[in-house]
């Protein structure tokens, strides 16, 4: 496996084309892109972490080896169980996304519905994805997960859009591959990554043979450009020269961008589905229910333990973490963490065999999906209680630099300080705000799907008949 050293060196090979801000950057140079490489380097530090073992790697049947858990394909329950611990420590550790996260859970996905494939209509699907499985192991491989179409207008289907760009689509098939074009949007940190593995973003139909493709490209293969995200947290870092000043100073905030196709050629040794329509419903489905255990759910577990440290040390250093209502809505924050990690640990629990005799394991899809909503719905009130307990100075207070300035350190040392001085009272303060009145919020509502997708999951997961049968015979009504 690959060391974070082994990772850093490996960057400095890529060559993506980046942009962000409106000029072009380069990924090791950039403040902010370098948080995306920062945080992997991370993972890769804690998968090499003899104390994270069992978390971070797993035994691939592939290679017979330890590789990192991000690209392992769940074997038992067990794995998933140990998934989503992965999720929940990363986000521990980094306060931002995993960046291989993504990636890990269409992996997963794309392993069942390949083996089905083969199986069922004959294709070359799984062995190219086996292989190309083992020379990530084998090679140790950051691979970002590429889902999210632009969508265009919602309402109308990929083939009815005045652009047809805005769904990822094959305009060419040839002897050696084929070409596609496209964009993804919101792709968690696929700068900092090998590898992206690209999956349709919703069931495609009779007629929609174009888009339905699942495939593989190298980090800034010919024809890729990579537009950042960019926000007030991007200028700052910017302008701000000491990192510790910033919030979250080595990880930032969640990094993404809008992942441009630009006529890509893929090898067909790269391509893992390509027309077959009817299999993209289930393959999305897979990945849905194995995201929302683990970004939707235990990742923002991860989240809430460091939102919950704040909000008591804030407390603590103004003197009032005694107070009963202080108490009470730490109880509180705890509450919603707890409920979260027990609904993403049931979906592990709960997870089965999929597809029957692949040997390949997938979580419950009620429980993935109520974490993710209980993740969507108690973040708002974790930011809350945060923001509540951290008093307004969570986005009134000054910068630290005052501190280092002649002509105000006195002040803002005078008045800042409470039961601890102003240093720790400020740089908590900017560490709520990152959390309070950052991205987080809606990234959460949104990150590995819009709640409304969950709950027409789950509606219509739920068996309403066997529901009202119960109520029926209690009740004593005829049918
Ligand atoms: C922080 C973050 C990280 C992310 N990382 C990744 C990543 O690494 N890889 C990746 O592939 N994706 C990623 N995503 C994308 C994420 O999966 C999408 O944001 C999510 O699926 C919602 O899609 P959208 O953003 O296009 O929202 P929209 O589709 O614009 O949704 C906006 C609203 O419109 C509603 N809506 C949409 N379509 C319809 C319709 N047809 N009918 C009725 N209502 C509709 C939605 O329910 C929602 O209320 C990330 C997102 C975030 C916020």
Redesign the pocket.
Known sequence: MKTAAEYLESMKNLNPRIFLGGREVKLLENPTTLTVVRANARVYELSTDPRYREIMTALSPYTGERVSRCLHIAQSVRDLEMRAEMALLTSQVLGT?NYRC?GADVLNALAGVTWEMDRELGTDYHRRFTSYLRYLQENDLAV?????DP?GE??KRPAQQDDPDVYVHVVEKNADGIVVRGA???????IGCHETVVIP?MAMRPGEEDFAVAFAVPNGAPGITYICQYTPFTAERELIPDVKYLGNPLYGQ?E?CIMVFENVFVPWERVFLCGETQYTGRLIARFAKTHRMNCGGACKVGFADLMIGAAQLAAEYAGVSKAPHIVEKITEMIRIRETCYACTIAAAYKGKEEPAGSGFYQPDDIFGNVAKLAAADGFWDLMKWAADIGGGMVVTAPSELELENPQTSNYVRKFMRATAPAEPRLRIAKFLQNWCAG?HG??T?????????QKLTLYALTDLESKKKMARELAGIEE
């Open positions: 996304c993504v970002s997960g590429a889902v999210t969508k919602r309402t993804k949007v919101s792709q968690s940190g696929a973003t969640r993404t991205l809606a990234g509502w949104h990150g590995a799907g819009s709640p409304q997708a």
